[in-house]
C-alpha cells in the first residue's frame, strides 16, 4: 500500500464549497530514463485519480509522464449531504488504491 | 598528536567563527520560489510528511517480538522528543566522535532493540529521523555546549574552507563569498543545514544532510569521502555551530 495524505474537513455547512487535497507516495517512473545499467527503467504511472462524493464522480484526472513524483492534486466540491468522499488512484502494473474519509455535513 | 593539531586548528580558526557569526544569516527558504515555500508552508503539501506518517508508525511499533518499541522507552515522541534533534550531531563517548541523529537512532536500534542498524540512508532510517526532526520544528539549532565536539567542528571548518575537485572550489566560496549570487541561473544559498532530513524536487525523495554535502562534493568533481567517515561527521557538527540559533525547519522542502 502505498502511502497517502488527505486534507479534508471533517465537516462544513450545507452548500459551502470545500477544498479536498490528496498526496500519494509514488515514484511516476516516465519510462523513458535509463537506469544504472543503460536499459530503460519501466514505466510506473499513476494513469487516473478520481474522487467520489457517496458514490458520484465529482473529480477525476488524468495523469501522465510530466507529473512529478509523488502527485498532490487540489480541488474542491461542494459539500450536500454527509457521507463519505473515497479517493482513488489506479496506475501501471495494476497499482490500485482508495482512501475513504467521511464528511458530516450540517 | 592528532588531537593536539586539531587544538591547534581551533586556536586559528577563532576568528573565523567569529566572523560567520556577523554574517546576517539567511535561510535557504528565503531563495526559494513562492510554490516551494508554499509546499514547505503547509504540511498537506510537503510530500516529506508522507515519510513523517511511517516514522510515526515505525516509532510506535516494536521491531520484532519480545523488543521494546521506541515508544515503550521514551514515550510519546510529541513530547518526549521534543528539541532532541536540535542538539545533534553530538559527542559520543563509546565512538570517540559525533554522531548525528540518524547514527543515535541507529545506536539504540542495536544496543537497546538487538536489531541491525539501518544502512545509511535507508527509508526507514530517513522516516524515523524526519519524524523526530519535526518534533523541534520551530525551535533554534542547540549544538552542545560540549569541549569535545570544538575540536571536530574545526575540522569540519576547514574542510569547508578546503578548495577540493577538479573545480578547485571549497564550500565557502560558494556559501560564504557568493552567497546572494547565481550559479548558472539558480540563487547560491547560504548552505544552512537547519531543515535535514528535506524532501529535495531534484531529488523527488527525502534525503540525508550527508546525501545533500555528497552532492556538492561530486558537483565540484572531487570523490565523495565514505559514508560515515570521519569527515561528514566533522562537517556536520561545524555546520549545526554554524546554524546555530536558527530555526529548525525540518522536514524542509527545497529545490
Known amino acids: 500500500m502505498a502511502r497517502t495524505l488527505i486534507t479534508a474537513p471533517a465537516s462544513a455547512k450545507r452548500g459551502d464549497v470545500i477544498e479536498l487535497r490528496t498526496l500519494i507516495a509514488h515514484p511516476m517512473e516516465t519510462g523513458f530514463r535509463p537506469g544504472a545499467d543503460g536499459l530503460l527503467l519501466p514505466r510506473n504511472l499513476v494513469t487516473r485519480f478520481s474522487c467520489r462524493y457517496n458514490g458520484e464522480l465529482v473529480f477525476s484526472a488524468e495523469l501522465f509522464a510530466a507529473v512529478a513524483a509523488n502527485p498532490y492534486l487540489a480541488f474542491t466540491t461542494v459539500a450536500t449531504e454527509s457521507g463519505s468522499l473515497s479517493f482513488s488512484w489506479e496506475g501501471d502494473h495494476g497499482f490500485a488504491q482508495t482512501e475513504t474519509v467521511t464528511l458530516t455535513v450540517t | ?255
Request: hydrophobic residues 40%; glycine residues 8%; proline residues 9%.
Open chain 2, 1 to 255: 598528536m592528532r588531537t593536539r593539531a586539531w587544538q591547534g586548528l581551533v586556536l586559528a580558526c577563532g576568528v573565523s567563527v567569529a566572523a560567520a557569526q556577523d554574517l546576517p544569516r539567511r535561510s535557504g527558504f528565503e531563495d526559494m520560489s513562492p510554490q516551494t515555500q508554499a509546499m514547505q508552508r503547509d504540511d498537506g503539501q510537503n510530500p516529506a510528511m508522507l515519510w513523517v506518517q511511517d516514522g510515526a508508525a515505525l516509532w510506535a511499533r516494536a521491531p520484532a517480538a519480545g523488543v521494546s518499541a521506541c515508544a515503550g522507552c521514551h514515550g510519546d515522541a510529541r513530547e518526549a522528543m521534543r528539541g532532541v534533534a536540535a542538539r545533534y550531531p553530538a559527542f559520543d563517548a563509546a565512538q570517540r566522535r559525533p554522531v548525528d541523529l540518524a547514527g543515535r537512532i541507529n545506536h539504540c536500534r542495536e544496543r537497546r532493540q538487538s536489531q541491525p542498524p539501518w544502512p545509511p540512508e535507508h527509508e526507514d532510517l530517513l522516516a524515523l529521523e524526519s519524524y523526530l526532526a519535526l518534533q523541534s520544528r520551530g525551535l533554534p539549532v542547540a549544538p552542545p555546549d560540549d569541549a569535545r565536539l570544538v575540536p571536530w567542528r574545526a575540522r569540519g571548518e576547514m574542510l569547508w574552507r578546503e578548495r577540493i575537485g577538479q573545480l578547485n572550489l571549497s564550500c565557502a566560496q560558494c556559501h560564504d563569498e557568493r552567497a546572494g549570487r547565481r550559479l548558472a541561473g539558480s540563487p547560491i544559498p547560504q548552505g544552512h543545514a537547519n531543515g535535514y532530513p528535506l524532501y529535495r524536487l531534484e531529488w523527488q525523495a527525502l534525503g540525508s544532510l550527508q546525501r545533500r554535502l555528497r552532492n556538492c562534493v561530486t558537483g565540484v568533481r572531487a570523490a565523495p569521502w565514505p559514508a560515515g567517515s570521519d569527515e561528514w561527521a566533522a562537517l556536520s557538527a561545524w555546520l549545526a555551530w554554524r546554524d546555530r540559533g536558527m530555526p529548525i525547519e525540518a522536514p524542509a522542502v527545497r529545490p
